[in-house]
């Protein structure tokens, strides 16, 4: 779909808008951590809350292994910073916040003064869940996927996240299959001409849907089998009572190019602040 396409969907940035974005990606990292605690034991995975943000643990080298929403629902004061950073150092984890530019005013300086430092951004991008363009490339098929089609959904996520680093398959593969079992976790599988291609998923929760889990091998990229994921999971979000449609990206990656094309637009720059 051409960019000049899209329409024009505005949305007020405010507090309670952050809010609404960063509690579906808490919850939706909160069941991951149940997940991976009920088929893992071994893991110890585990979260918490505190002062209204999301601590989660899922190993300590999981890039989930995070806060989130810290700072924009209650006070952080000494004693909340305390029991978030000995929640991580106990279990051998970096101690690192997700920190919106909603947040209250005095977290950064409160952050800097505890020894943390910037390390990454990302962008939280948004759209309203109207207006949705129908499926153009009729090439490809798109579905949500079975019980019995976990492991081939995983797989194929995996052929495509790890096509230019196969020594990760060992760790992409069991993290796609988990994701596939997640609660409020929906999968969606592209095929051309029959063959699976690419997937691409989404966390349902109240009115927002997290899309997520976009992967094509390298065989069928450039053919739109992501613009078609796209398209079907917004409509699958709006049929199920979704009001809004958000996804995390890295500033100008291809995740966030595709977004674009449909809508989905920049709401604000994401900081992490890790500890030492």
Not at 72 to 86: K, S, T
Not at 131 to 143: D, K, R, W
Not at 174 to 179: D, G, N, Q
Request: aromatic content about 8%; some cysteine; overall charge negative.
């Amino acid at each position: 779909m051409d960019q000049q396409l899209v329409p024009s969907l505005e949305i007020a940035l405010d507090q309670r808008l952050a809010r609404r974005l960063e509690r579906a990606e808490s919850l939706a990292g909160a069941a991951w951590v149940q997940t991976r605690a009920r088929l893992q034991p071994d893991v110890e995975a585990t979260w918490i809350e505190v002062a209204g943000a999301y601590a989660l643990f899922d190993g300590p080298d999981s890039p989930l292994t995070q806060t989130f929403g810290l700072g924009l629902f209650d006070p952080v004061g000494e004693a909340e910073f305390e029991q978030l950073e000995a929640f991580y150092q106990q279990r051998g984890a970096a101690v690192a916040h997700n920190v919106s530019p909603l947040a209250a005013a005095d977290l950064l300086g409160q952050l800097h003064g505890r020894g943390y430092r910037p390390v990454e951004f990302d962008n939280v991008l948004v759209r309203p869940l109207v207006g949705l363009a129908e499926a153009q490339n009729t090439a490809i098929q798109v579905h949500r996927i079975g019980e019995d089609e976990v492991e081939l959904w995983a797989q194929v996520a995996s052929d495509g996240w790890c096509s230019d680093a196969p020594e990760y398959q060992d760790f992409i593969k069991p993290f796609a299959r988990l994701s596939a079992q997640t609660a409020n976790v929906h999968c969606f599988l592209a095929c051309c001409d029959g063959q699976p291609v690419a997937t691409g998923s989404l966390h349902l929760h109240s009115d927002v849907a997290l899309l997520a889990g976009a992967s094509t091998i390298p065989a069928a990229r450039g053919q739109g089998a992501q613009l078609a994921l796209m398209q079907a999971r917004l409509r699958y979000a709006a049929e199920h009572g979704a009001e809004l449609a958000m996804l995390v990206a890295h500033p100008g990656s291809g995740s966030q190019r595709n977004a674009q094309r449909h809508g989905i637009q920049v709401a604000y720059s994401r900081l992490k602040w890790r500890l030492g």
